[in-house]
Antibody, heavy 122, light 110 residues
Framework: EVQLVESGGGLVQPGRSLRLSCAAS????????MHWVRQAPGKGLEWVSG????????GYADSVKGRFTISRDNAKNSLYLQMNSLRAEDTALYYC???????????????WGQGTLVTVSS | QSALTQPASVSGSPGQSITISCTGT?????????VSWYQQHPGKAPKLMIYEVSNRPSGVSNRFSGSKSGNTASLTISGLQAEDEADYYCSSYTSSIKVVFGGGTKLTVL
């Protein structure tokens, strides 16, 4: 069974940093691109970033470009999101999601983790 | 890049069929077949219901179907059941920001 477990969320002050992690199991991690999608409280889904299977291709939403960095460690079956210069509008539940097909960077997301909550507030 | 346009809410009675639309542009929905649909129950993670416009993942009921015409994709749920009550989101690959979601549609089963 594919499992994605996010961690690292919490309460952080504006301007500070936070690093999210996603531990993957149940599939060949280094065959698939991985993505982060967030959902602000009571709001819809917003794609944040994606990274190809070999880290050779990376994409970011304009809202986080230059502040967030996505990375992965295939030896540890783990995905990361380094979030710097956090803003109140970054407050959201951050989901880790596996791409639904091998090798490509973009497509559909299946499955999703349960999310980790990031709250940016003073 | 604006989100794809979905109706805020739709409703139907048990046994009926409903359709949720998802309107984009030729740079996203109209230009690619990477349109997907997700179901989200309160407090739960999104679940893939349809991928590549009209394909159903294993385990998803055949009451769920997807289609596309021009810049608008649609999700149809037939034989509505109480368990279908949830939020539904469409998503598409885009030539600019790469992934865009719709604003979400709240489905109420009356």
């Amino acid at each position: 069974e594919v499992q994605l477990v996010e961690s690292g969320g919490g309460l952080v002050q504006p301007g500070r940093s936070l690093r999210l992690s996603c531990a993957a199991s149940g599939f060949t991690f280094d065959d698939y691109a991985m993505h982060w999608v967030r959902q602000a409280p009571g709001k819809g889904l917003e794609w944040v970033s994606g990274i190809s299977w070999n880290s050779g291709s990376i994409g970011y939403a304009d809202s986080v470009k230059g502040r967030f960095t996505i990375s992965r460690d295939n030896a540890k079956n783990s995905l990361y999101l380094q979030m710097n210069s956090l803003r109140a509008e970054d407050t959201a539940l951050y989901y880790c999601a596996k791409l639904g097909l091998e090798w490509l960077l973009y497509g559909w997301f299946d499955p999703w983790g349960q999310g980790t909550l990031v709250t940016v507030s003073s | 890049q604006s989100a794809l346009t979905q109706p805020a809410s739709v409703s139907g009675s048990p046994g009926q069929s409903i359709t949720i639309s998802c309107t984009g542009t030729s740079s996203d929905v109209g230009g690619y077949n990477y349109v997907s649909w997700y179901q989200q129950h309160p407090g739960k993670a999104p679940k893939l219901m349809i991928y590549e416009v009209s394909n159903r993942p294993s385990g998803v009921s055949n009451r769920f179907s997807g289609s596309k015409s021009g810049n608008t994709a649609s999700l149809t749920i037939s034989g509505l059941q109480a368990e279908d009550e949830a939020d539904y989101y469409c998503s598409s690959y885009t030539s600019s920001i790469k992934v865009v979601f719709g604003g979400g549609t709240k489905l109420t089963v009356l």
